[in-house]
């Protein structure tokens, strides 16, 4: 900014001063008018003011005064010339003027008639004998003269009646015949003289035509390498020579601003000669019929032989033992070159090239092989194609650190529950015990001993009722543990204690119910369900009367049990079950029932009583299933390392497989208010994922996974047995191998 | 920039050098400057024995260089810094340790007794010499929080929260050393997690699972109050569960979301409550109405409230501590965080006579000593406990207690905090 005002204000100085210099010049202008109107009577007096006017200017063209001689008279032309000049730079130039200078020229004239200056002017020698110029001489061949002279008269050509015999005895006896020529311009023959004969001599021979003159006069060196004293002229150095040169500038300025304008091309790489020099055998291919095709591919080419190939190569390039060795070991596939690069001292002693068929076969088969279509490729950044994700810092609340341990159990911890009022953890573990944890505290405030492994426990979601499912051998235990407030306790034993009316159904025999007495009654267990079968898992109904029980027996059709607590019924839903069950789930709002079994999950409408709905997994064997608390979504870990999310809406095949876990995924949940689910693996990890689902059918569930868990110590390759959410806040409970429970928040 | 031009003032008549500018380095530490004061003090009197000295610059604590810590707070070094100091409260020093027979899960300590609730289903009453006085035993189940109501004399009051959604009002009787059960409070239908008694001593508020808090009065009488019973209830189990008379509450404040973790009172007319629903309520008692709510991000494990600097402290499970100023109307105003523990925040207490010192205890087994003008780092660890800690408290003389899962309590005591109490 301050530079262009800076700018603008010389700009308006030099302004002003043109406007000085022009009011200036009017000024004179004026004045000279004046002065030409008496310009008779005072001439001399104008001649001085111009010579004034000269001197005032000198600084301007100090350089033109140098370059004048010394003499006196060349002053005056000097003078002269810087009148000239003044008057050229008058811009309008009057009559009078031209006067001016006319008289002055005159003046000149006279001085150069005094001179003669052309006294020695050898310039145009012009033959004057003849005047009709230097013209073809064959023009006047018919006619009887030759030309005109000076004064206008006919030169007549010279008679000739020569004949060929003439002319021969005139060379045989003339002895002047070989100096005589004919001058064409008057047609005359000249005998020359012997100056004459003796210049043409000299000028045949290349030397000067003045025979006086000496062409090895010795030389007076006036600038030598020398260096001498004394400078050979006094002059101070030019201006020039230090100051760098404004005219140069501009130009080069001018250059650059027309090549930054693209005006002007640089000069091209002198290098980029090689369509001059080599022979491209490819050049013309594209041009052909075959290229305008749009699926062409042209053929392979030969790659151009290198410096290995050559008949004597550097060096550098010839095997050394070692690389021989490596050569000859190798396949010959995975050779680098199909041969040993060999030096001869001449291109004679190169032997026959032992490959020839060799190569050529190879040649005609990539040829052959070569691919004929060409694979469509998109260009896509790889960046582009990952979807954008928001951060896991706003996904926030989510379980984040290791904030407690529940330790107690002495063998590995299979499964936990969660109470529906958050304030209790019930775990059941491989030592035969169940143990209900205050989570807040992380103390174990009771433990229940039944007897054998316990596979699954599952607290009763009802809120109204305090039961506990436990799966164990054969077995699925009911069990009270008090943790309630009394009212609860007591309806929770209502319902357990339910009139029994023994209608024997068709579950009749399968299972048996039995109330349990003395120490197990104390220690809290209420009902004991026998099954015929090992009890791998058991889930409740949200309503939390229906309770059902997967014994897993491959291609059975006794696999599940639902069984009502309250009526004391069992019953086999399924006439027939596809492959082995691995979990089953009561949808949360509607009368479906979820079974997955090794490859796919399952879905019965209970009160139609038929199958709604068959997901296909794919994966080898699934492992765990989880029912989102909407009820639209499932999600399932499988031991082949995936977690396959299914949106019931969209389709069958899962909406989205998460592969993160390193081994076998043991065990997946949702939490029931917070958009969050996690899944636990072998590998020790519990993957915290954020699946936010909407209520717009159009959009798909956002899944973010947020959160790697560690903690759990991996015994006997197992990792995290069983993963569970806290029902209100976002913390997750983990059980593990090492017998360890841990809360994460 | 090597000197610097400071002047030292102090609250503390004991340690009063002249009010005139000195010139120190710039690179000096606390260290140095404690020196500099010793020295001066030595020079006007001879008999003047080396005091360690902690300093404020505007009202933070010194704890690096004198010249980064004015750059990080954007203090100008051309001027004259006023520099106060105090004298430096010296490590507290556990003195007794007091073993129970089961993880503490409360304590409450008056100058001469301490009262611990235990998860062995009892309450302990010891001498602030780590004596055991006494045993409260009565509850059927753990024993969650316990709390002094009022001494007269010899007898006391004092009551007990359980897990078996009921609390106890005891009579003990120092001399006799004779604990009776007065009244036994029934209403709740969670786990009674915290009880505070209002600073009369005529009424207590307790605080649930159920996410209720019940006012009851405090005041011993000789008649139950009428229980309404469900009628299909069996009397007779009743009966033989009673301990005390039965009492009812006198007020319920029903609002959380959640069950409640902690409660106290800030006057005689206001409680404070905090919950795991993620939210400080205020409640005017006369009235039973919530006023204010203070919005957190995660679950309150416990709060506390010092009349002194009028800020409320609260632990969470995010590990953090939160100073709130409880009179922000609805806001959620954190006024200061303080960020050192690696476990939840179990327990916080501010001092009682200092306004800006409180003790904070966690479940990474560390009891915290913090000042909130140093608000980087705490200003000392204590780290007696083997286990989590569950509780802690301070008295108003002075003396810190800290309980926890490795069933000891101990107690420390700091000399400067004694001097405090004293000046």
Redesign the interface.
């Given at each position: 900014m301050e530079e262009s005002s800076k700018r603008s204000e010389q700009r308006k100085e030099m302004e002003k001063e043109r406007k000085k210099g022009e009011k200036k010049r009017r000024k004179e202008e004026e004045e000279e008018e004046e002065e030409i109107l008496i310009f008779n009577h005072k001439s001399a007096e104008k001649e001085k003011e111009d010579e004034d006017l000269s001197d005032s200017e000198d600084s301007v063209f100090s350089g033109l005064e140098d370059s004048g001689s010394d003499s006196e008279d060349d002053d005056d032309d000097d003078e002269d010339l810087k009148v000239d000049q003044n008057l050229s730079q008058q811009e309008e130039e009057e009559e009078e003027e031209e006067d001016v200078q006319s008289s002055l020229k005159k003046k000149d004239e006279e001085e150069e008639v005094k001179r003669d200056e052309y006294e020695h002017d050898s310039s145009d020698e012009e033959d004057i004998r003849n005047t009709v110029g230097n013209i073809p001489m064959e023009w006047y061949k018919d006619f009887p003269h030759i030309g005109y002279d000076l004064d206008g008269k006919k030169i007549y050509k010279p008679i000739r009646n020569k004949d060929e015999l003439d002319d021969f005895l005139d060379k045989m006896e003339n002895p002047d015949y070989w100096r005589t020529v004919q001058d064409k311009q008057t047609g005359s023959d000249v005998v020359l003289s012997d100056e004459q004969v003796e210049l043409v001599k000299r000028l045949q021979r290349g030397q000067f035509g003045d025979v006086n003159f000496n062409e090895y006069q010795p030389q007076v060196e006036f600038f030598t390498q020398e260096v001498m004293l004394h400078p050979v002229t006094n002059r101070p150095a030019d201006k020039r020579s230090f100051i760098p040169s404004l005219l140069e500038k501009d130009k080069v300025s001018k250059l650059v601003h027309a090549i930054k304008m693209g005006w002007i091309k640089p000069r091209r790489d002198s290098r980029d000669d090689s369509r001059g020099r080599y022979y491209d055998l490819w050049a013309s291919e594209d041009t052909s019929n075959l290229a305008r095709h749009r699926m062409h591919l042209p053929a392979p080419k030969i790659p151009l032989p290198g410096h290995h190939e050559s008949y004597n190569p550097p060096p550098e390039y010839l095997f050394t033992d070692e690389e021989r060795a490596l050569w000859e070991q190798q396949d010959p596939v995975d050779r680098k070159f199909p041969f040993v690069p060999r030096s001869f001292s001449s291109l004679r002693l190169v032997p026959a090239f032992p490959r020839f068929i060799h190569e050529r076969f190879e040649r005609c088969l990539d040829l052959y092989l070569c691919p004929r279509q060409r694979k469509m490729r998109v260009n896509v950044n790889p960046e582009d194609l990952i979807p954008k994700l928001p951060k896991p810092k706003d996904l926030q609340p989510f379980p984040t650190t290791q904030s407690l341990v529940y330790r107690g159990h002495s063998g590995l911890v299979r499964s936990i529950s969660v109470s529906p009022s958050g304030q209790w953890l019930a775990s059941g573990s491989d030592d035969g015990s169940v143990r209900f944890w205050e989570i807040c505290s992380s103390r174990c405030l009771k433990t229940v001993q039944v007897g054998g492994a316990v596979k699954s426990v599952a607290w009763n979601p009802n809120p109204s009722v305090c039961l506990l499912a436990v799966a164990l051998d054969s077995a699925v235990l009911i069990l009270s543990p008090a943790l309630a407030d009394r009212q609860v306790v007591l309806s929770s034993d209502r319902l357990l204690s339910a009139p029994q009316e023994a209608e024997p159904i068709e579950g009749d025999g399968l299972v048996n119910w039995s109330d349990t007495e003395g120490e197990e009654l104390n220690q809290g267990i209420r009902l004991k369900i026998q099954h015929p079968k090992a009890v791998q898992q058991v889930a409740w109904h949200t309503k939390g009367d229906y309770l059902a029980s997967v014994m897993p027996d491959h291609s059975s059709h006794l696999q599940v049990l639902i069984h009502q607590v309250s009526r004391r019924r069992s019953q086999n839903p399924f006439r027939k079950n596809k492959g082995l069950v691995q979990s089953v789930s009561f949808h949360p709002i509607r009368p479906y029932f979820f079974v997955a079994t090794q490859r796919s999950v399952r879905i019965y409408n209970l009160v139609k009583q038929d199958l709604t709905k068959k997901l296909h997994a794919n994966s080898k064997w699934i492992s765990s299933m989880a029912v989102h608390p909407g009820g639209d979504h499932v999600i399932c870990g499988s031991y082949d390392c995936k977690l396959s999310w299914f949106d019931l809406d969209l389709s069958t095949k899962p909406y989205r497989m998460l592969r993160h876990h390193r081994k076998a995924v043991r065990s997946v949940a949702y939490h029931r208010l917070y958009p969050l689910f996690a899944s636990a693996a072998d590998d020790g990890s519990i993957i915290v994922c954020h699946g936010t689902v909407y209520n717009d059918l159009l959009q798909n569930p956002l899944i973010v996974p947020v959160k790697v868990l560690r903690g759990h110590v991996i015994t006997h390759e197992l990792g995290v047995l069983d993963v569970t959410f806290h029902p209100t806040q976002p913390w997750i409970f983990s059980s593990g191998a090492d017998a360890t429970i841990r809360l994460f928040t | 920039m090597s000197q610097l031009q400071a002047r030292f003032f102090t609250e503390n008549k004991k340690y009063v050098v002249d009010d005139v500018p000195f010139s120190i380095p710039a690179a000096s530490e606390v260290q140095d400057l404690s020196n500099v004061i010793n020295k001066l003090l030595e020079a006007k009197n001879a008999s003047h024995t080396t005091v360690e000295f902690d300093f404020l610059v505007r009202g933070l604590f010194l704890r690096t260089q004198l010249s980064s810590h004015m750059e990080t707070e954007g203090i100008s070094t051309e001027d004259v810094v006023e520099i106060e100091y105090v004298e430096r409260l010296t490590a507290p020093e556990p003195e007794e340790c007091m073993m129970h027979d089961d993880?503490i899960?409360s304590v409450a300590a008056d100058s001469e007794w301490i009262l611990t609730g235990s998860?062995d289903k009892t309450a302990r009453i010891w001498s602030v010499e780590g004596k055991a006085v006494m045993t409260v035993a009565g509850h059927s189940d753990?024993v969650k929080d316990v709390a002094w109501v009022k001494r007269d004399g010899l007898t006391s009051l004092l009551l007990t929260a359980s897990?078996d959604?009921t609390l106890l009002l005891w009579e003990w009787n120092s001399e006799r050393n004779k604990v009776k059960a007065r009244h036994c409070c029934r209403g709740h239908?969670?786990?009674v997690d915290t009880v505070a008694t209002d600073p009369t001593g005529s009424k207590f508020c307790s605080g649930s699972?159920?996410k209720m808090l019940k006012i009851w009065s405090a005041v011993p009488t000789d008649e139950a109050d009428e229980v309404e019973e469900?009628g299909d209830?069996p009397r007779k189990k009743q009966k033989t569960q009673q301990l005390g008379l039965t009492r009812t509450p006198l007020m319920t404040l029903s609002g959380h979301n959640?069950?409640v973790?902690s409660v106290l009172w800030c006057d005689s007319e206001e409680v404070c409550s905090a919950s795991?629903d993620h939210t400080i309520r205020m409640w005017d008692v006369e009235t039973g109405e919530m006023k204010t709510t203070l919005t957190g991000?995660?679950?309150f494990?416990c709060i506390s409230y010092s009349p002194l600097c009028r800020r409320l402290a609260s632990g969470s499970?995010?590990?953090h501590i939160r100073l709130w100023d409880p009179r922000t109307k609805d806001g959620s105003l954190v006024l200061l965080s303080l960020t050192s523990h690696t476990?939840?925040v179990t327990a916080v207490k501010w001092a009682p006579s200092h306004e800006h010192q409180l003790v904070s205890g966690s479940?990474d087994n560390l009891v915290k000593l913090w000042d909130t003008r140093s608000c980087k780092a705490p200003l000392y660890d204590l780290a007696a406990h083997e286990d989590?800690v569950?509780c802690v408290d301070w008295t108003e003389s002075g003396l810190m207690l800290s309980g926890g899962?490795d069933n000891k309590l101990y107690t420390y005591r700091s000399s400067a905090c004694q001097m405090d109490v004293g000046a």
């Open positions: - | 993880w899960s998860y753990v897990l959604q239908t969670g786990s699972w159920d469900p209830r959640e069950a973790s795991w991000s995660k679950v494990n499970t995010d590990r476990g939840w479940l989590k569950f899962a």
